[in-house]
């Protein structure tokens, strides 16, 4: 088990926790607070660095992101459907208003579905 260093705020005053990274969704650069966002099914957390480098960092360790948009990386092998409409990703089957998304960049959709579908032919698109 891989664990990233955290806080549960953007300006760290909550303390420093450790996350598997083995629950994290999808990655996101906040630029509001300057930091990463990280997400898992429940929380979102902070850390300091760019989004390119915690997504190569979390490849180079065993992990499966792809950076899908200028400000979005996600965790390829927890995505279950994906809207080829709204060019949107999720990752439960039971969609409701509450479930984790991530926005694709339109002209990274059909590499980023070819890419899941590769190790995942179950994969929903609709």
């Known amino acids: 088990m891989i664990l990233l260093t955290v806080t549960r705020d953007p300006e760290g005053t909550s303390g420093i926790l450790n ?50 948009d200028r400000s979005n990386s996600m965790n390829l092998e927890k995505v279950t459907v994906l809207d080829k409409t ?16 991530c926005m694709i960049a339109s002209y990274r959709f059909k590499e980023v579905a070819d890419q899941i579908l590769s190790f995942n032919p179950t994969l929903v698109i609709t």
Do not use: E, P
Request: hydrophobic share 45%; charged share 20%; glycine share 6%.
């Open 19 to 68: 996350i598997d990274a083995g629950l994290v969704l999808m990655l996101n650069f906040a630029l509001s607070s300057d930091k990463v966002a990280v997400h898992t099914a429940d929380d979102v957390y902070f850390m300091v660095g760019t989004l390119k480098y915690w997504n190569k960092v979390l490849n180079c360790s065993g992990y499966r992101f792809g950076i899908v």
């Open 86 to 101: 709204l060019k949107i990703a999720y990752f439960d089957h039971d969609i409701s208003n509450k479930s984790k998304r």
